[in-house]
């Protein structure tokens, strides 16, 4: 074996992007240690923000050559991953400027809270491109763990405490069910390679066992991915883990995971066969289940960030109608849903975090009469809700749309109207908050939004790019067209 | 061009007065008037310019938008459409003036508001391009929501979000059969289109014809309102502002019946035919169930509101009797149904600014202290009854024959039920114009000013003119009105 060695520092080279983002973090913990603790460390923060834009420059000198997998057998190339690993590290990058003028007030002034935001976005971009189940699961648990932590990084906070054990508990719950699925993969195929797959399919006949016992495989990766992704019924932790934890990492949480989740199963789909009707049925009723049980949840919250829990749950139900579809255009329009959905995010959360500034959590009370007060605040907001409720002309409405024709050229018309019917219902609480901002007289307990700083940068950028996207989507669609 | 600067210019002026210093208002209020007069002047412009006896587009533009959809910005006039841009010019100017002393706060949000609504409403009115025409179909709810629920009544909030809802609900059935009707077109084209050209000239089997004219035909029936969809109608314009009632009333609920003479019908003339009969009975029973509905309430407003159901109920009949008097006397609706309707909202407007009370029961004798309204009154009520001289004649005398030519004994029962609306707005006229004082409230009333006597004046004139000229619209109308009519009948069965 020694003159075919695994490693070469040619398959090295599509890994730079990843090998920067651990070694920023490598940086961060040791730059760290003759600076006092519990200061404001911009030193820190810059250089992980540096790390990250590394990473990106490096991801886009390769842009090209990546296309092949670095280590074949193990990673996978192509424009999916390619596009999933830009897009994490923007995610990580907007994380960072987030976490900025917050930190001292939540607690995230650490090392440690960047070093693991590395780790955790270095992992991700693993998972994106493996085509080893095992490497998958490695860097799965990686991402999660880190993410365990960071949940709950502001231990002072009781709070905090509890998202991150919920979080916890239920995560490597689900990290079993992923095990387990790459078991009865492995009793399938004897192989834990997702890139065998098509070759084991072409030679099975219809009626072959092993076709449902991958079924069974499919269902139970799905589940793993599922908890991680908040889809219902595995969802419940989601609205206390986004509540409870620091705000930034919340926006994280569910960008990031939802990103690295969707991005999974969309390569999952190239090689499955999500055709078969277990498939199909499967796939169908948790995109119906995730969707309806969010929205109807999220009606009755009163609380801005928990309905931005229950909002995010309901925006991976969209994504999984594209996926239910099972049209070749579906992995292109799951990546730009959630691809869409981190913008949308990020800039839902830095607007949270303006309103959180005086350290109280945010009610619909809190916002009442803002809009006219504060118009610019209220304009990014409207603009924000309105993209979410996915109502032209902002991107979300272009994704939106996106995803309901990739499932319409997989022929799934009931699911359409299923998702329209919950796109109704969603715009209801989309609106109420539009109703708090502008239809209701001021409180005393109005928030006044700081508007300034990083923080303002990123909802700039974000409530820059929903409208530029939704004008003039053709830029935002060849991003994703595969 | 001529379209994009019409269809934008409100918006762009629009934004200019965001950038407005607030002042007392005043200055905020001229300038978005002078906005809506350059914009007028342009519309009136362009009806010069217009060739009225001319059946396809005029003034087309077309640019390429997003080419790997096939989505164009596709803009274009024809007879159908030219009268309804100059009803939605016309409006704009009323529905500020008509605010000038009613909105007193965030003025200078309201203005751009009611222009960005006149610029998403031109939008839908000339987009020949089903993407495009969507866009400004959403783009429309916006304003009106937070015109309803910032400046509207006290339950404001309900009625916006439930007008928001039930638009929404439909549309995006609407949106899901367009995104079909593109897949059809690549399959038969081999390329996505949303051109509303290439939509015509599908051929579609019968199955896929009846659900997707289903999905549009929702989508329209929301916004016309047609029973049972209309729940929304009488909340929202209970709780709007004068000037969100008129333009409601006025242009909105046309971006419906236009989309069903635009789209619905010309794109499934098969399933046109096979739902007419239903659609039919369904645009009968709004015209008696909105008479009805009028004559039992105790608000001034929701009487209004409710007259509406019924006339835009005669539009619908005229639409779906597919013939040529029947869908021209639908589109002379559609524009004298935003005239009369919209005076009287103004009027409503002009009482509430007064009295603060729309109990009915506190009306009565009200020409006593207003001889100038009771004037300008009058022709409104008669215009909205449908009496010779005034517009509303002409259009319900069209639609008429045009039910009767499909089914004599539709026809019969049709004219019935139009004695209905004679009834409820004599007795609306009675009861509030003449009589006695009814109650101390009516004491406090003082005449017209000058800007209100303009206003209504305005539409009065209107109502003559269109009363005694119908040919100005019907001339340029009806090229266009039978070449979609022709249409349906080369490509639907025999028999129309």
């Known amino acids: 074996m020694l003159n075919n060695p695994i490693v070469t520092l040619a398959s090295l080279q599509n890994l730079w992007p990843e090998i920067t983002v651990l070694l920023g973090a490598f940086f961060v913990l040791a730059v760290d240690i003759p600076l006092r603790a519990d200061k404001e460390k911009g030193v820190v923060a810059w250089s992980s923000m540096l790390a990250l834009g590394l990473a990106l420059a490096l991801l886009l000198r390769d842009w090209n050559s990546a296309l092949s997998p670095a280590f074949p057998g193990m990673l996978l190339g192509g424009r999916l991953a390619q596009a999933a690993r830009l897009v994490l590290l923007v995610i990580g990058a907007l994380t960072i400027a987030l976490s900025r003028r917050p930190a001292t007030r939540l607690g995230l002034v650490h090392a440690e809270y960047y070093a693991l935001l590395l780790f955790a976005i270095a992992a991700m971009m693993v998972f994106v491109a493996s085509a080893n189940l095992i490497v998958a699961f490695v860097v799965l648990e990686t991402f999660s763990l880190a993410m365990y932590v960071l949940a709950g990084f502001n231990r002072r906070d009781r709070a905090n405490r509890e998202a991150a054990l919920k979080y916890f508990l239920i995560g490597a719950f689900a990290a079993a069910f992923f095990l387990f699925g790459i078991a009865i993969f492995y009793g399938v195929t004897g192989s834990v390679s997702l890139e065998t797959l098509p070759e084991l399919l072409k030679n099975l006949a219809s009626d072959d066992p092993r076709r449902r016992m991958l079924m069974a495989a499919l269902g139970m990766l799905l589940v793993g991915l599922g908890f991680k992704v908040g889809l219902a019924p595995f969802h419940l932790w989601a609205p ?243 | 061009m001529i379209l994009s600067f019409l269809a934008w210019s409100p918006l762009i002026f629009g934004l200019g007065i965001l950038a407005m210093p607030r002042g007392d208002g005043k200055g905020l209020r001229w300038a978005s008037l002078a906005a809506s007069f350059l914009n007028l002047a342009l519309a009136a412009f362009l009806l010069t310019r217009f060739e009225g006896g001319k059946a396809g587009m005029q003034f087309e533009e077309i640019r390429a938008w997003l080419p790997s959809w096939g989505i164009k910005y596709h803009l274009g006039v024809d007879g159908i459409s030219i009268y309804l841009l100059v009803l939605n010019a016309v409006l704009t100017p009323i529905a500020i003036l008509c605010s000038w002393n009613a909105v007193t706060e965030k003025v200078k949000e309201f203005h751009f508001l009611i222009l960005m609504l006149q610029t998403a409403v031109y939008g839908v009115f000339l987009s020949l391009d089903g993407f495009l025409f969507y866009l400004f179909w959403e783009a429309s709810l916006i304003p009106m929501y937070f015109l309803v629920g910032v400046w509207g009544g006290e339950r404001r909030v309900y009625a916006t979000l439930k007008f928001v809802l039930y638009t929404l609900g439909g549309s995006l059935l609407m949106l899901l059969a367009m995104l079909k009707l593109a897949f059809i077109a690549k399959e038969q084209t081999q390329a996505f289109s949303f051109s509303l050209s290439t939509w015509k000239s599908l051929s579609l089997s019968a199955d896929a014809q009846s659900w997707l004219f289903v999905a549009f035909f929702l989508a329209f029936a929301v916004k016309v309102p047609l029973f049972p969809l209309h729940t929304w109608l009488p909340d929202a314009h209970v709780e709007a502002p004068t000037a969100g009632s008129v333009l409601l009333a006025g242009v909105l609920l046309k971006l419906g019946s236009y989309g069903l003479m635009r789209f619905a019908v010309p794109i499934f003339p098969d399933a046109a035919v096979l739902f007419q009969r239903p659609v039919m009975v369904l645009a009968l029973i709004s015209v008696i169930y909105g008479a009805a509905m009028v004559m039992v309430q105790s608000d001034l407003k929701k009487m209004v509101a409710y007259t509406s159901v019924s006339h835009m109920g005669i539009c619908v009949l005229g639409i779906f009797s597919l013939n040529l008097p029947g869908q021209q006397g639908a589109l002379l609706t559609m524009i004298n149904h935003g005239i009369s309707t919209g005076a009287l909202f103004l009027i409503v407007g002009i009482f509430y600014e007064r009295i603060h009370t729309r109990d009915l029961s506190l009306y009565g004798g009200a020409v006593l202290k207003m001889p100038v309204l009771g004037l300008l009154f009058l022709p409104v009520a008669l215009s909205s009854m449908g009496v010779p001289g005034t517009n509303g004649f002409v259009n319900e005398l069209l639609v008429l024959r045009g039910v009767f030519r499909f089914n004599p004994w539709t026809g019969a029962f049709a004219a019935t039920a139009l004695v209905l609306g004679a009834a409820y707005m004599l007795r609306l006229t009675q009861k509030v114009m003449y009589g006695p004082l009814a109650s101390h409230k009516m004491e406090e009333l003082t005449d017209l000013r000058p800007r209100e006597i303009v206003t209504l004046g305005a539409m009065v004139i209107l109502i003559f003119v269109l009363g005694v000229f119908p040919g100005l619209v019907l001339n340029s109308s009806e090229a266009a009105v039978n070449a979609g009519l022709l249409d349906l009948l080369r490509s639907g069965p025999s028999g129309i």
């Open chain 1, 240 to 482: 206390d883990t986004y509540e409870g934890a620091p705000t930034p990492v919340t926006a994280f949480l569910s960008a990031g995971a939802k990103v690295a989740g969707f991005a999974m199963m969309a390569q999952m789909s190239l090689y499955f066969p999500f055709s078969h009707p277990a498939a199909v049925t499967m796939l169908g009723w948790l995109a119906v289940a995730t969707m309806t049980l969010a929205n109807l949840g999220a009606l009755r919250q009163q609380g801005i960030k928990r309905l931005l829990a229950y909002s995010s749950v309901a925006h991976s139900g969209y994504a999984l109608v594209a996926l239910a579809g099972g049209a070749p255009s579906a992995p292109g329009a799951v990546l730009n849903y959630v691809l869409v959905y981190a913008v949308m995010n990020f800039a839902a959360f830095s607007l949270l975090l303006m309103l959180e500034e005086s350290g109280s959590p945010v009610t619909f009370k809190e916002i009442q009469g803002l809009g006219f007060q504060r118009p610019f605040f209220g304009f990014c907001l409207a603009v924000t809700m309105f993209a979410m409720a996915g109502i032209p002309p902002t991107a979300g409405f272009v994704a939106k749309l996106n995803v309901f024709k990739s499932a319409l050229e997989g022929g799934r018309s009931t699911l359409l109207v299923l998702a329209v019917l919950n796109s109704v219902i969603s715009a209801a609480y989309y609106l109420r908050v539009l109703v708090a901002l502008y239809m209701a007289p001021r409180t005393e307990t109005q928030a006044s939004p700081a508007f300034g700083g990083l923080t303002g940068a990123v909802l700039l950028a974000c409530v820059g790019l929903i409208l530029a996207w939704g004008l003039f989507p053709a830029p935002l669609l060849s991003l994703s067209a595969f």
